[in-house]
């Protein structure tokens, strides 16, 4: 295990930055998080969690894929992807590093590979850093998602573990890509032990235990009650708040849908895709019409997709990390939490169908 002093993280972060871009969570003007390129001046910052995962940086907000020009009946495509350098990103929480998960087995591990995605993935190093103060809007741990990095589950190490205890920051590689950022990271690195890394991961994982939705009971959320909570009559009441904002999808790190539009630039056709969300009423519109025509229908889609469709289709691994987010971001305090409260409360699995 190496360290670097907690005063001289800035000179780490120069040394890296100065062979490869770095992004990190800084402060913005709002009193907020958000991940910003490394450069001289800029400081990590302090808070729990940024506004937006980094999901950001593999599954981009917006993305150009594809342009065409017609000339005639003659069709000319043009790829505007360049080629990515290798790139790292620091400070990443494990719940957001388990959402990669999520999405890589989507993007990557179906057929067709998302070949934007993969260029991304591929070029990223991952630096996870450990929860010291989780907030009572964390769930991580319902889904087995250690905050402490303890252990490794569904990717929430990341490539390189990183845990601040003692006034240090302690780095420990876990792949191929962590290995090579530590070597390039070693001349401002020193060799420590791991007795501040294991009195920091138990007081992490005490501080865990006392949250608030530490231990939610998803025991009901088999595929064998799939239909009887989709019939449920709790979606009239969880639903009935919801303004169909889509604030939730659009904070969420594993919410991975899009719409695909093309543009008319004057001088060719621009096709861009760009992040959709299952909250809206033209969501999946078709030309004969929408196939969710109701805020209940799309609100019971959102959380069966997290929290049945999801784990049925990939060995039992929920579509949510307990980052949240959603909870902090919502105008009318409708969240996952309550979904899942209201499924185990109920007495009506059944419904009317």
């Not at 929480?93 to 260029?119: E, H, T, W």
């Not at 402490?148 to 205890?165: F, H, R």
């Amino acid at each position: 295990m190496l360290s670097i002093s907690s005063d001289k993280i800035d000179s780490l972060f120069e040394l890296i930055g100065s062979k490869q871009p770095l992004y990190l969570p800084v402060d913005n003007s709002v009193g907020k998080a958000d991940f910003k390129k490394w450069e001289k001046g800029v400081k990590l910052s302090s808070q729990l969690k940024t506004v937006r995962s980094a999901k950001d940086f593999f599954f981009p907000k917006t993305e150009h894929m594809v342009s065409y020009q017609m000339k005639g009946k003659e069709i000319t495509m043009t790829d505007p992807r360049k080629d990515i350098e290798d790139f790292v990103i620091f400070g990443v929480r494990p719940c957001d590093a388990v959402g990669f998960s999520v999405i890589d087995n989507v993007y990557l591990n179906m057929q067709p590979v998302d070949s934007y995605y993969k260029n991304r993935r591929d070029h990223g190093t991952v630096i996870t850093l450990a929860c010291n103060e989780p907030a009572k809007t964390c769930f991580c741990s319902t889904y087995g998602i250690d905050a402490s990095l303890a252990n490794d589950k569904n990717g929430s190490k990341g490539d390189v573990s990183c845990w601040q205890a003692d006034g240090k920051f302690f780095f420990e590689a876990n792949t191929e890509k962590g290995k090579a950022f530590v070597e390039k990271a070693k001349s401002a690195l020193a060799e420590a032990d791991a007795k501040s890394v294991d009195a920091a991961k138990k007081d992490i994982a005490a501080k865990v235990e006392k949250l608030p939705f530490a231990h939610l009971d998803l025991s009901k959320f088999q595929g064998k009650d799939m239909l009887k909570i989709f019939n449920s009559k709790i979606w009239d009441k969880v639903s009935e708040a919801c303004v169909g904002c889509g604030t939730c999808t659009y904070v969420c790190p594993t919410c991975m849908c899009f719409d695909v539009r093309d543009f008319d630039t004057g001088n060719g056709i621009r096709q861009v895709r760009c992040w959709d969300s299952c909250m809206y009423n033209d969501f999946t519109q078709m030309a004969a019409e929408n196939p969710r025509h109701t805020q209940k229908e799309r609100s019971r889609q959102r959380f069966m997709h997290k929290l049945m469709y999801y784990p049925m289709a990939h060995e039992g691994l929920f579509s949510c990390v307990g980052c949240g987010r959603c909870l902090e971001s919502c105008p009318v305090n409708m969240n996952i939490v309550k979904v899942i409260k209201a499924v185990q409360e109920t007495d009506d699995i059944g419904g009317d169908k």
